[in-house]
């Protein structure tokens, strides 16, 4: 009978070691899942950040004649706003005196369409 209980012991402790191995061997099992998880996701990480500096350059490369077009176009702006400007502020007074002669200078004038009624 003793050998019985110790043949039984033996196999619970079989057993035991036997879970033990199996749950050692999941978690290593998990472990490098997510190591090659972290792995992966670095790899997809730099590549991104790859393509984004790839895609930035040629943008840039792209929009930089365009980017100097347009600050030429702002540039030619502002030039002509300034010499219309200057150009209202020569011409003011000249075109005040104009308006107000024209206006306060009334010459009373018969319409060579109104016919008097005889």
Known sequence: MASQSQGIQQLLQAEKRAAEKVADARKRKAQHL???KEEAQMEVDQYRR???QEFQSKQ???MGSQGNLSAEV???TRRQVQGMQSSQQRNR?????QLLGMVCDVRPQVHP???IAA
């Not at 007074?93 to 005196?97: D, G, I, K, S, T």
């Open 34 to 36: 997510k190591q090659a």
């Open 93 to 97: 007074e000249r075109v005040l005196a």
């Open 74 to 76: 702002e540039q030619a």
């Open 50 to 52: 790859e393509r984004e």
């Open 113 to 115: 369409d109104y016919r």
């Open 60 to 62: 840039q490369a792209a």
